[in-house]
């Protein structure tokens, strides 16, 4: 070890506390880093994990090849597991309504297939033999055809042809032919029966634009089938192109891009740009953080060691010496800080994991845990990063100290440079301040490059800690919204299912285990010629200007409710029953002006504003088609306004259609559905409500009955309560990282603040030495202190707070945009007291451990230290 090394310990060992508070900085820099990087790959592994158990194991399927084909796949040294499946042929669908899923698609299963292919059974087994065959869900959902288990069926099993070629089921379905060749054909080759023993889920490799619906049987030993389908699964997924590459030839083949992108080696380019712009941001603000911190330790250092660096200058010490020593001490502090720093950060993150994953497990996949995966790359990288990220706050200081004149580094005279008017106060100032106040107003004035760093330090601890309160606070607002928002746990939402199948189907589902209580409900597009002047001035001030005699066409959403549940809203109202049921009866409607229907209580309706001036009115409705009402289909109807809260609607499949700034909705007995039904009637959705005890386990028996039932229209059964669960686990993961990010955040920033105050009073001994010499009292002294700590604070929240309320503001708009999802700013009043009481104690608590260490010591001997 050479001389400027062991010069650059024994300096390390005196000041043992700015080296220790360095360590413990450079300490959290790696456990965030750490910490990240480790928890990435750990979700990384997870959605891995759990995708493979939702889509399979295997990496890229190969498409109708043959025998020698899937031999020699078998026998490649990359492979890690094969499964295989007989393309057994093509039947034409009779009754299809897909015009471009003409076919059914026959795969005879192996046992390896059965094993690497997940099959998720809405109803029924897996079959047991080549008589026995499993039909998805999507033959009656898109195709429009019934298939229940225990029907057979009778196929005439071939092969789609196109002249000579035969094709596949990623060649898409070609009515017309490809040009220049004869017209796509089904070539049958053998008569088939099955028994349907199940109903299953589209399977994972169906390809969206497949021409066939897969239905599948298990291999018969006994056949030997022309073509197969072969899955892949490859030791190293990373070579996944080359190998495609290399052995496909001509063959078709698709990816397994629901595992490959977790793996970072899909081609979607957008889930990557996330993925790593994410992560780099995260790494980015911790780096910073972490080298402001550590930077402003190096450069102490060097104001403790100017004087040194100075003498060994003058006896021949090169620029480069000079600046390796500094470069060593860097060193020597990631040597201790890094190891347990990343030791750490695995601790903390286990620890974390431990906390969230149940919270995982329901928001994504439920039988996949969430466990901590410790990649040894991964570790040394964020050992790397936090290595680069000490030797750049090193480098810069050791740069300065490097170019520093002889003469000024013995002296000391660099390091600050003022002129008188630079330090100059106003007598108002003197005044209020008195001499102790003047004199710290002075000091902080002449040391605005040293002091700089502290009050930033303090700046950005404040801006990280409001702005991550606010994000959290946005989070919990909209998960709280949504909650008050829905009153039912399941519904089933539809458009073009006929009554007569939606009605009878209700009476099932009604009985599954668990509902307590059901609805049913449908919702149609009307418009209402309205006079102006029956509208109220409210309406006419957020409208604009019109003419007294003016009609105005307002849409308005008719509701038509459960017979029952339209009676007890009557009821709950005191309204005569006598006049609101029957072909004749009056309408009740809700018709408030608000941007945003926020009720969801029956004692929010009241703070809404009223759009017309009577409580009662007659109107003319008709329904509207694209935004304009059919006059020529109007009715007369007489509506009664009322203060309450109309049912939830099931959520508008597809677009949803234009915003109003107000509420009209209609409420109508169901039974009366049909006097509003005219050719030009468009219902927006109609559907099924239902509560229950267990949502998730009568949503599993609503699906079984369903398939039973072999609906074939479209329709989306939703399971609200599910939802509105994994909204609350997705807030508590965002809580518990980001409260974890503002702590780890937090740490870095005060043992910054500590660092950097402790040791400026250190090299202000001599200067505080000669105040006491010359009569100042240790409450004078004290005095004077508390007004630099006051000086710090305010400074510091001067800036921090209005960046940091702009960055919340900033992070609303991001999220919300318009302040969309009912979801309004909240000034972050609390986070706000929580930095201001925060910053002023830990400046105050910081001087007093430094001034208690000052006072302990000798004046005599501190006039005497030329070290400063």
């Known amino acids: 070890m050479n001389i400027f090394n062991k010069v650059t310990l024994q300096g390390m060992i005196k000041s043992r506390t700015r080296t220790i508070v360095t360590i413990i900085g450079v300490i959290l820099s790696a456990a965030m880093i750490t910490g990240v990087a480790t928890f990435g790959v750990s979700l990384l592994n997870y959605m891995v994990n759990g995708a493979t158990q939702k889509y399979g194991g295997w990496h890229v399927e190969f498409m109708d090849v043959d025998s020698s084909f899937v031999q020699e796949r078998i026998q490649d040294d990359g492979i890690a597991n094969t499964a295989t499946f007989d393309n057994i042929g093509y039947a034409t669908l009779k009754g299809g309504k897909n015009p471009n899923k003409p076919y059914l698609f026959v795969a005879g299963f192996s046992k390896e297939a059965f094993d690497s292919l997940p099959i998720t059974l809405l109803s029924g087994r897996l079959p047991e033999n080549s008589g026995e065959i499993l039909v998805p869900a999507h033959v009656a959902a898109n195709g429009g055809v019934k298939i229940a288990v225990g029907d057979t069926l009778s196929l005439a099993v071939g092969s789609r042809m196109n002249g000579n070629e035969n094709l596949g089921q990623h060649d898409l379905y070609m009515p017309g032919g490809k040009p220049g060749k004869a017209k796509e054909t089904l070539v049958p080759k053998a008569e088939r029966t099955y028994s349907v023993v199940g109903i299953f889920q589209r399977p994972s490799f169906e390809e969206t634009s497949a021409p066939g619906y897969t239905l599948i049987t298990k291999a ?155 990649s040894f790359p991964v570790i040394v990288v964020a050992a790397a990063v936090s290595m680069v990220t000490i030797l750049i706050s090193a480098y810069i200081p050791a740069r300065k100290a490097a170019s520093t004149p002889v003469m000024e580094s013995i002296r ?159 009821q709950g109202l005191g309204l005569p029953a006598e006049d609101y049921t029957g072909p004749n009866a009056k309408m009740i409607a809700v018709a408030k002006m608000t941007n945003r229907m926020k009720a969801n209580r029956e004692e929010e309706v009241d703070n809404f504003i009223n759009m017309f001036k009577s409580s009662s009115m007659n109107f003319t409705i008709a329904p509207e088609t694209n935004g304009e009402p059919k006059m020529e289909q109007r009715q007369n109807v007489s509506i009664t306004f009322v203060e309450t809260v109309p049912p939830d609607t099931l959520p508008i499949l597809g677009n949803s259609g234009p915003q109003h700034p107000f509420f009209f909705r209609v409420m109508v007995p169901y039974s009366l559905k049909e006097k509003f039904e005219t050719p030009d009637t468009h219902v927006a959705i109609k559907g099924l409500t239902f509560r229950s005890k267990n949502p998730a386990q009568s949503v599993a028996e609503m699906e079984t009955m369903i398939q039973v039932a072999g609906i074939t229209a479209e329709y989306k059964l939703y399971n609200v309560y599910e939802m509105l669960d994994e909204s609350h686990n997705m807030i508590f993961i965002a809580n518990v990282f980001a409260y974890t990010f503002i702590i780890m955040i937090s740490l870095i920033a005060i043992a910054n603040v500590f660092n950097t105050i402790s040791t400026n009073i250190k090299l202000r001994r001599r200067e505080l030495a000669m105040l006491r010499s010359v009569g100042m009292s240790d409450r004078d002294f004290q005095k004077m202190m508390n007004f630099e700590c006051a000086f710090y604070g305010m400074r510091a929240l001067l800036f921090g707070l209005p960046i940091a309320v702009i960055s919340s503001w900033l992070i609303y708009k991001g999220m919300f945009i318009g302040g969309a999802d009912n979801i309004d700013f909240v000034f972050p009043w609390g986070s706000i007291g929580i930095s201001v009481f925060s910053v002023l104690f830990i400046v105050f608590v910081t001087m007093l451990y430094a001034i208690s260490k000052i006072k302990k010591e000798n004046i005599i001997d501190a006039l005497r230290d030329d070290m400063t």
């Open 220 to 374: 018969d030993a006994g056949d030997k089938a022309d073509s197969f389908s072969l899955f892949v699964t490859l030791k190293n997924p990373r070579g996944v192109d080359a190998y495609t590459s290399n052995t496909g030839g001509n063959q078709a083949y698709i990816y397994n891009d629901n595992v490959l992108r977790f793996m970072g080696v899909s081609s979607d380019a957008l889930f990557k740009v996330l993925l790593y712009t994410v992560g780099g941001i995260v790494v980015a603000i911790i780096m910073i953080g972490s080298i402001f911190m550590i930077y402003n330790a190096f450069n102490i250092s060097l104001n403790e060691r100017t004087h040194q660096f100075g003498i060994l200058s003058s006896v021949g010490a090169t620029a480069r010496q000079l600046r390796n020593s500094v470069l060593f001490e860097g060193l020597c502090i990631g040597a201790v800080g890094i190891p347990i720093g990343v030791i750490v950060g695995i601790g903390s993150i286990r620890l974390v994991i431990s906390v969230v994953a149940g919270n995982f497990e329901n928001v994504m996949y439920s039988n996949v845990p969430l466990t901590l995966t410790v």
């Open 412 to 570: 000391q005279t660099n390091e600050v440079k003022v002129e008188s008017k630079a330090v100059k106060t106003s007598k108002l100032a003197q005044r209020i301040y008195g001499l102790e106040g003047t004199l710290a107003l002075k000091n902080f004035k002449r040391n605005k490059k040293r002091y700089r760093s502290i009050v930033l330090s303090l700046v950005l601890s404040v801006v990280l800690f409001i702005s991550a309160s606010a994000f959290v606070t946005d989070m919990k607002q909209a998960s709280a919204r949504a909650v008050a928002f829905t009153a039912y746990d399941i519904g089933l939402a539809t458009q073009d299912m006929n009554d007569s199948e939606m009605l009878p189907l209700y009476d099932k589902l009604k009985t599954t285990g668990g509902v307590y209580e059901s609805s049913y409900q449908a919702l149609m597009k009307y418009s209402c010629a309205a006079e102006a002047s029956d509208l109220s001035d409210d309406y006419w001030e957020n409208a604009g200007s019109h003419s007294p005699d003016d009609t105005v066409h307002l849409p308005m959403d008719i509701q038509f409710l459960d017979d029952s549940a339209y009676l007890n809203i009557i």
